[in-house]
């Protein structure tokens, strides 16, 4: 008896049974495999690598990225100085995406601490680029507090200026205007200031608003638009 011969008669009536089990619409669907049943097994078997591939990735991700914050938090306990400012640069710059903004916030940190200005403004510009928002923004406005800390008035002015204008409606920015008047202030440009202050002065109530336009009015005394500054009552010509 031929073994093979018999294992094909087995094969071919089981095809005979399936195709007579489904119905006449599912028989093109068939045939279909049938006919491509080594390739589809081959397309299945390739998924199932690649989600292993990605499963594996994620876990090699996410275990180096808890081992770079580890290494963040033992350089951040270190004894400040030069060689913690050093460390945290070097790690900052090879650190993974997910610690990477985390990273150059506290070379910031430590870069003013040692009164190292400049270092401070490279490392919270690094940090805005890595990530968009409110976390970018805030990285932004330290850096541009660095700028004023290293004596660049018009650069953190021309920043702070960029990011009013970015800034959709919906978000508070007298605090950022404020900042932006004290860097114009800085930069002596005074008239700059001046509008700056008023803005502030038309958003505020009170004595806040007071003091803005006070400001604004020692800023240009000579100027006609504090001649008649809105919401202050002028005196009396007698």
Do not use: C
Request: glycine letters at 6%; hydrophobic letters at 40%; charged letters at 20%.
């Amino acid at each position: 008896m031929n073994p093979q011969k018999n294992q094909d008669t087995e094969e071919s009536t089981l095809l005979q049974d399936l195709q007579a089990e489904v119905s006449t619409e599912s028989a093109p669907l068939l045939q279909f495999i049938l006919r491509h049943g080594g390739a589809i097994a081959g397309f299945v078997l390739l998924f199932v690598l690649v989600l292993a591939g990605t499963g594996l990735w994620r876990w090699y991700d996410t275990s180096r990225s808890n081992e770079a914050r580890q290494e963040l938090a033992r350089l951040s306990m270190q004894k400040s100085g030069e060689g913690q400012l050093k460390g945290l640069t070097s790690f900052a710059e090879t650190a993974p995406e997910a610690v990477r903004f985390a990273a150059w916030l506290t070379v910031g940190q430590s870069a003013l601490h040692e009164n190292n200005a400049t270092a401070a403004v490279s490392a919270y510009a690094n940090a805005a680029k890595e990530r968009d928002g409110a976390f970018g923004l805030a990285a932004s406005i330290n850096e541009a507090g660095a700028l004023l800390k290293a004596g660049k008035n018009a650069e953190a002015l021309a920043l702070l200026q960029e990011l009013l204008t970015s800034l959709s409606e919906d978000i508070p920015t007298q605090q950022l205007k404020q900042m932006a008047a004290e860097a114009a202030q800085a930069a002596n440009q005074p008239e700059q200031a001046a509008r700056l202050y008023l803005a502030l002065a038309e958003q505020s109530q009170g004595l806040e608003s007071d003091y803005f336009r006070a400001q604004a009015r020692a800023l240009t005394p000579n100027s006609p638009a504090q001649k008649d500054v809105p919401g202050e009552k002028q005196p009396e010509n007698r």
